[in-house]
């Protein structure tokens, strides 16, 4: 009688350890997108803060002209 080896190729999955590491790959993707959420939102958030600080700026630069008698640099 020859020796029947387990081919590693031919043995089925256990499907715990498919469902574990299809669980675990599914944490870390959600993971990822939360890091990536959170990253976007902080970079959103200080381009509109330096929107405001330009807009800011301008105004004060807007009101020192008129208050040096600069109205229009065209007139």
């Known amino acids: 009688m020859a020796d029947i080896k387990a081919d ?3 043995v089925p999955a256990d499907p715990k350890n498919v469902q574990d590491m299809t669980q675990f790959v599914q944490q ?9 959420q959170t990253m976007s939102d902080r970079i959103i958030g200080r381009i509109d803060e330096m929107g405001t600080r330009i807009d800011d700026l301008e105004k004060n630069i807007a009101d020192l002209m008129m208050q040096a008698g600069v109205d229009d640099p065209e007139k």
Request: charge should be negative; proline fraction near 0%.
């Open 8 to 10: 590693s190729a031919n």
């Open 28 to 36: 870390l993707l959600q993971q990822m997108q939360d890091n990536f």
